[in-house]
């Protein structure tokens, strides 16, 4: 169940929003999601992911900089150094085999371990599910990967590139997943909005238990 529906004001246009983005999903989105699945071989579509995850490690690594998480930042490290060079340019996650599996971190979750509240719930068009202190995190993001500074020979096509790209890659990985949830749900939208919420309160805390909401027993 979505524990705060309350904390979603501009429900209306949201929804209105919601509706064009899963039409663009349905019509576009998907469809070449599908299309690269069956044409893509998956140790292909694994390097392209590893490939996007070692290019997002400096940002994930600031991140954990400022969450004051030096371990986690020394892993980010060290599995950029491993994946960078053994890996072939990030290409190969060897050192997940190694031992040293990655991990998501971005400054949305910084502003909320430094207390900033989420703010009111909104979906983006092109974006989908987000809050205030996401948009601000995204902004800040930027601010953190090295790429955002260096300017070079189509340097602008290599960005749109890398963003289209990363969004396909997400969009392909979870095929089935959203398949399924959209199967389920009797109210996908409502069903979008808990999940997000979920998965993004489940990323502040590392994946460790919610023990602030626990049941009154």
Request: hydrophobic fraction near 40%; charged fraction near 20%.
């Amino acid at each position: 169940m979505d524990p705060a529906p309350q904390n979603d004001p501009y429900e209306p246009a949201n929804r209105q929003i919601f509706a064009f983005d899963e039409g663009l999903d349905h019509h576009v989105m998907r469809p070449v999601a599908v299309f690269y699945n069956s044409a893509v071989p998956e140790f292909a579509r694994d390097g392209v992911h590893n490939f996007l995850t070692n290019l997002n490690s400096p940002v994930v690594f600031g991140n954990d900089i400022l969450q004051g998480e030096t371990n986690r930042a020394g892993e980010t490290l060290l599995r950029a150094f491993i994946n960078s060079t053994i890996g072939v340019a990030g290409l190969i996650d060897v050192a997940s085999k190694w031992g040293h599996p990655g991990h998501d971190e971005d400054f949305g979750q910084t502003l909320a371990v430094w207390g900033a509240g989420e703010g009111y719930y909104l979906v983006l068009p092109l974006v989908g599910p987000s809050t205030p202190r996401d948009v601000v995190g995204m902004v800040g993001d930027q601010g953190l990967d090295p790429f955002t500074y260096i300017t070079f020979n189509n340097s602008t096509l290599w960005y749109i590139v890398r963003g289209g790209v990363t969004v396909l890659d997400f969009r392909a990985r979870n095929v089935s997943t959203l398949d399924q949830i959209e199967r389920t749900s009797v109210d996908l939208y409502a069903t979008t909005r808990s999940l997000y919420r979920q998965h993004r309160a489940a990323e502040i805390r590392n994946g460790a238990p919610d023990t602030e909401n626990l049941p009154n027993l």
